[in-house]
């Protein structure tokens, strides 16, 4: 069964554990005494970001949430990339296609966003708002791994918007470095 509670904490514990160490990490994840264990999702969020914000300055708060990305359906959404990019000469012939679209990818002023009318993290569903948007840092992972994988090049992310924070969508722009179209 897919348990993304599970998940979440195992690779924010890691994330954290890399800048860090081990008793951060638990710490970070757990709460100082294990407090956290029995805190249901919603609430484990908004704590664990505290924590993680309590501990870390911003810099280090990004680099560790972009590395928790779950990997939630990556190789599905790598084969749609794919499959678009192999039929594309540019950014805007990328973008161009119903199913492209579909997929919240457009490209404006020769720039490439993509945008969400819901909110893709499972583990938010029952989170009515978060105060800052170091959680939704791991979405910009996650697209960085997808477009890197997809393009072959490296990519950066940047959050726009979030829905979470109280924006009516949630937008990324995605920078690729030097795209190879087919």
Same mark, same amino acid.
């Given at each position: ?17 890399? +800048?860090?160490? @081990? &008793?951060? /990490? ?9 407090? *956290? $264990? ?44 794919? +499959?678009?990019? @192999? &039929?594309? /000469? ?9 199913? *492209? $679209? ?47 994988? @997809? ?32």
């Amino acid at each position: 069964m897919f348990d993304i509670r599970n998940i979440q904490e195992k690779v924010i514990y890691e994330s954290v554990k890399a +800048e860090s160490n @081990a &008793d951060i /990490a638990s710490e970070v994840v757990y709460g100082g005494n294990g407090e *956290a $264990k029995s805190e249901n999702n919603p609430d484990w969020v908004k704590s664990a970001m505290n924590r993680l914000e309590n501990k870390f300055d911003a810099e280090a708060i990004k680099k560790i949430r972009m590395n928790c990305q779950c990997g939630y359906r990556m190789d599905e959404k790598i084969a749609l990339v794919k +499959e678009l990019k @192999a &039929d594309a /000469a540019n950014i805007e012939e990328f973008t161009a296609s119903e199913k *492209a $679209k579909a997929a919240g990818l457009f490209c404006k002023d020769g720039e490439l966003f993509l945008q969400f009318n819901f909110c893709p993290c499972p583990i938010l569903a029952d989170v009515d708002q978060l105060e800052t948007n170091t959680w939704c840092q791991c979405t910009t992972g996650y697209s960085k791994v997808l477009f890197e994988q @997809a393009f072959g090049c490296k990519v950066d992310v940047e959050l726009l918007k979030s829905i979470k924070m109280g924006d009516h969508i949630c937008l990324m722009k995605i920078i690729l470095h030097d795209p190879v179209f087919s």
